[in-house]
């Protein structure tokens, strides 16, 4: 349970090499109130922070119907060790499409889901290919 004011992290602490998967999820307090879990926290902080760097998205229709649930991805890569990420939501009936979840994935998969690279390496290229505001 989290204590009632968890704050999201300032400085999230970094994904490890050990890491390939990293599920987050809502939490139940004590009260009764569900908040995001500290891993959920964890995510968003590093998205944020700017550890993950946002490459490409998608929208998926499971049934294909006009009303169906769509499912968002998102494809990430870590600053730091220039890993790739998929981010995926494994409660869509939530607001939000529920708390984030994180897993690795090959280039060769991320090619085939959202086109092929050239994805920025690092922050400096994610950087340098960000549309610049005009003055």
Do not use: C, N
């Not at 968002?72 to 600053?79: F, G, K, N, Q, V």
Request: glycine residues 6%.
């Amino acid at each position: 349970m989290l204590p009632p004011d968890t704050p999201e992290p300032e400085a999230p602490l970094p994904l490890g090499q050990d890491e390939t998967f990293v599920l987050g999820h809502v939490a139940r307090r004590a009260d009764g109130v569900s908040r995001p879990s500290a891993q959920t926290l964890r995510l968003r902080a590093l998205v944020k922070s700017g550890a993950l760097l946002r490459l490409a998205s998608r929208i998926e229709r499971p049934d294909e119907a006009e009303h169906s649930a769509s499912l968002h991805h998102t494809l990430y890569r870590d600053a730091a060790d220039g890993r790739l990420w998929e981010s995926w939501r494994f409660q869509p009936h939530l607001q939000g499409e529920g708390p984030m979840s994180l897993i690795v994935v090959t280039e060769a998969y991320a090619a085939a889901r959202y086109g092929p690279p050239p994805w920025p390496a690092s922050a400096g290229e994610a950087a340098d290919a960000a549309p610049q505001d005009e003055p």
